[in-house]
């Protein structure tokens, strides 16, 4: 029987992946919600277009319905990678212990602002700019933390 730890830590690893995929966020809920948004009009763009003919350099007289319907199931794996992760994510974050450092994660990561800009508007509810990164990396480290517990990494790793 193999037994795992009921709160596993984090390693540096997978710390560093969760700060990357943090930063990844925004432009992956933007995609998510254009294709969302446009999925049927992509779908006609690639069969009409050039783009299902270039998908094999190689062969110029392709068919190209049948290479728009690998594009388009391609570009619906991409949706659906980008929503496992977005998803995770926002279940991390919202698992965040500490009140100031969810806060911190959602301004600075999920809303999408600079770390000059979180640090200007935290400033006033939990202090300098080194108090506000040092609870942005405790809550990115937290986030790790339940992203293993999760299995996320495990899923990750395939990809």
């Known amino acids: 029987m193999v037994q795992s730890e009921l709160f596993p830590i984090a390693n540096k690893?997978?710390?560093?992946?969760?700060r990357f995929w943090?930063?990844?966020?925004?432009?992956m809920v933007s995609l998510m919600s254009d294709f969302e948004q446009n999925e049927k009009a992509m779908q006609q763009v690639a069969i009409d277009g050039e783009v299902a003919r270039r998908i094999d350099q190689e062969d110029l007289h392709?068919?190209?319905t049948a290479n728009a319907a690998v594009l388009l199931e391609k570009q619906r794996w991409v949706y659906e990678q980008y929503s496992y992760y977005t998803r995770h994510l926002q279940r991390a974050a919202a698992l965040i212990q500490d009140i100031d450092e969810r806060v911190a994660i959602d301004y600075r990561y999920m809303e999408g602002h600079s770390f000059k800009e979180t640090a200007?508007?935290?400033?006033?509810s939990i202090g300098d700019?080194?108090?506000v990164r040092r609870k942005?990396?405790?809550g990115i480290e937290s986030m790790a933390n339940t992203l293993k517990l999760l299995g996320f990494f495990e899923h990750d790793d395939k990809f």
């Open 22 to 27: 943090l930063e990844k966020y925004t432009h």
């Open 62 to 64: 392709a068919d190209k």
């Open 136 to 138: 942005i990396n405790k």
């Open 129 to 131: 700019a080194s108090t």
């Open 13 to 18: 690893q997978e710390i560093e992946r969760t």
């Open 120 to 124: 200007l508007y935290l400033r006033r």
